[in-house]
């Protein structure tokens, strides 16, 4: 088992000192994909029409090994 650090950045980062232990990298980058949509469900954009998401693992040496990112546009259709 090796441990992967998940830090977040929706507009500001918030740093994962944890960690979570994960059996090896493929499993990493599916608890991050799994990871992202449940932020996304509980962000909105505050300012505007869009935010851009990501979740940066990085593994025990902090080496960045994967990144996933999400991004939410919203556009007005009335004139």
Do not use: S
């Not at 232990?21 to 300012?47: F, G, M, R």
């Amino acid at each position: 088992m090796h441990r992967y650090y998940f830090d977040i950045n929706d507009g500001r980062t918030q740093r994962d000192e944890e960690g979570v232990l994960c059996a090896d990298l493929q499993a990493a980058v599916l608890e991050a994909k799994k990871l992202l949509p449940a932020i996304a469900a509980d962000e909105v954009p505050k300012d505007g029409e869009r935010q851009a998401m990501t979740v940066l693992v990085t593994d025990e040496d902090g080496k960045a090994v994967y990144m996933a990112a999400l991004a939410y546009t919203g556009a007005w259709l009335l004139r």
